[in-house]
């Protein structure tokens, strides 16, 4: 199956290619290594022409493919995510090294707590992550009912976010309470992602 969609997803890309609304310059590209029990994917954040993906034994059908590779395309025309981590990552740094110009440079067991620096930046970057998602789903969606004639998006959107149960070993069930515990992910929940699309999208009148 994965094969069967992984032609299937190519030939989405195209398809939005040739149509204007992904770039010509935009390239797919595998995850080496990604989730288990679900797709995923990702723009590249340092790559821009990327757009990675990871299928797994997915069962997506074409217009939840377009749905995926769309979000990810505005979030490459966008550059809120990069930005913000790059100004948060500033900020951040100019912080340690104001504390070290000032002589309060930290040492020995306490120099550890600059080791947060990556978690400052990716807690900071956060409200404008949301920000980015939701403005993605909206973009989306809003192409696939302008353009491929879809007149409640937020159907093609729960149905791609439709995966079997996932069947988890104890280490499994262990990372993702971590996870959780951790916010480690900053994106709505699937109910928070289709009602937003149901109310701005599907009931929107032109």
């Known amino acids: 199956m994965a094969g069967n969609q992984e032609a299937s ?25 990604g989730p288990k029990h679900r797709p995923d994917s ?47 990552f500033i900020g951040w740094s100019s912080f340690f090294v104001y504390l070290y110009l000032t002589g309060h440079f930290l040492h020995g067991p306490q120099g550890l707590l600059y080791l947060l620096l990556p ?21 989306a969606t809003r192409l696939l009912k302008e353009r491929f004639g879809i007149a409640r998006p937020s ?16 280490e499994d069930r262990f990372v993702m309470r971590l996870m959780k515990t951790f916010h480690t992910d900053y994106h709505p929940t699937k109910e928070k992602r289709i009602e937003l699309i149901a109310k701005n999208v599907d009931d929107h009148e032109e």
Not at 76 to 84: D, E, I, N, P, Y
Not at 122 to 138: G, H, K, N, Q, V
């Open 9 to 33: 997803l190519k030939q989405v890309f195209r398809e939005l290619q040739d149509m204007g609304l992904i770039s010509s310059t935009r390239k797919l590209q595998p995850f080496k290594h």
């Open 42 to 88: 990702h723009a590249g954040l340092l790559r821009r022409s990327r757009i990675y993906y990871w299928l797994d034994d997915s069962k997506i059908e074409v217009d939840g493919l377009r749905f995926v590779l769309l979000h990810e395309e505005r979030h490459q025309r966008g550059h809120l995510s990069a930005a913000a981590y790059f100004i948060s």
């Open 119 to 139: 978690v400052a930046v990716w807690y900071s970057t956060w409200p404008f992550a949301m920000i980015d998602e939701r403005r993605s789903d909206l973009w």
């Open 155 to 170: 159907l093609v959107v729960a149905k791609a976010f439709e995966f079997p149960p996932m069947h988890l070993s104890a």
